[in-house]
């Protein structure tokens, strides 16, 4: 099972920006599907970013416009950018890889990773 090690969260102000990182313990050519997730305190973990191949992309609606998620597969890590971070950005970020289901795409279950917190506060 392919495991992840979530990197470069902290503490941020509002308009801010950061850059996370997810290294793969596995080469991503062979992982066609990787997303990014955030879970905030008392709710249920969300998909913030979804990229399918080499370059096509879906966001969650809330950070549309904001944040882009990249890959680098030659160096097995995933990325996420996020600008012009608010409040209602802080939560535990995760990724994972992202397999095809009847009703679109679901994470692997056995493949979390402790993830990185990000705190938008000024």
């Known amino acids: 099972q392919v495991q992840f090690v979530e990197s470069g969260g902290g503490l941020v102000q509002p308009g801010g920006s950061l850059r996370l990182s997810c290294a793969a313990s596995?080469?991503?050519?062979?992982?066609?599907?990787m997303g990014w997730y955030r879970q905030a305190p008392g709710k249920q973990r969300d998909l913030v970013a979804r990229?399918?191949?080499?370059?096509?992309?879906n966001y969650a609606d809330s950070v549309k416009g904001r944040f882009t998620i990249s890959r680098d597969n030659a160096k097995n890590t995933l990325y996420l950018q996020m600008n012009d971070l608010k409040r209602e950005d802080t939560a535990v970020y995760y990724c994972?890889?992202?397999?095809?289901?009847?009703?679109?795409?679901?994470?692997?279950?056995?493949?979390w990773g402790q993830g990185t917190q990000v705190t938008v506060s000024s």
């Open positions: 994972n890889e992202e397999r095809s289901t009847p009703t679109g795409f679901a994470p692997l279950v056995g493949s």
């Open positions: 596995r080469s991503l050519f062979s992982i066609f599907v």
């Open positions: 990229i399918i191949g080499s370059s096509s992309t």
